[in-house]
């Protein structure tokens, strides 16, 4: 059983900043990629941000500049950190990670049950 547990959404005013944490817990054996996707009412699901296990990060452009992804492999975590927070970054955050659950096992995509984020004043 693999669980991914997020925490750190609420409200924000336009401008503000949220630390977003996401983590992994359960029968794991290693972890490829992890990041976080959100939807917005209305929307459909989309890529913010991913960082491999080796470090690489992939942004959206529509949050480059304003969001940093990280991880720490220790704890099997990944971080969203977003700055200047924007009325239209309003969305249901989700955690989602690629990995094994054991050596013999195919990597599998998990996803967590989402964080709302609002920006409003």
């Known amino acids: 059983q693999v669980q991914l547990v997020e925490s750190g959404g609420g409200l924000v005013q336009p401008g503000g900043s949220l630390r977003l944490s996401c983590a992994a817990s359960g029968s794991i054996f290693s972890i490829n990629a992890m990041g976080w996707y959100r939807q917005a009412p209305g929307k459909s699901r989309e890529l913010v941000a991913s960082?491999?296990?080796?470090?690489?990060?992939n942004i959206a452009d529509s949050v480059k500049g304003r969001f940093t992804i990280s991880r720490d492999n220790a704890k099997n975590t990944v971080y969203l950190q977003m700055i200047s927070l924007k009325p239209e970054d309003t969305a249901v955050y989700y955690c989602?990670?690629?990995?094994?659950?054991?050596?013999?096992?195919?990597?599998?995509?998990?996803w967590g049950t989402g964080t709302l984020v609002t920006v409003s004043s």
């Open positions: 960082i491999s296990d080796s470090g690489s990060t």
């Open positions: 989602n990670s690629v990995l094994r659950t054991g050596w013999y096992r195919p990597a599998v995509t998990y």
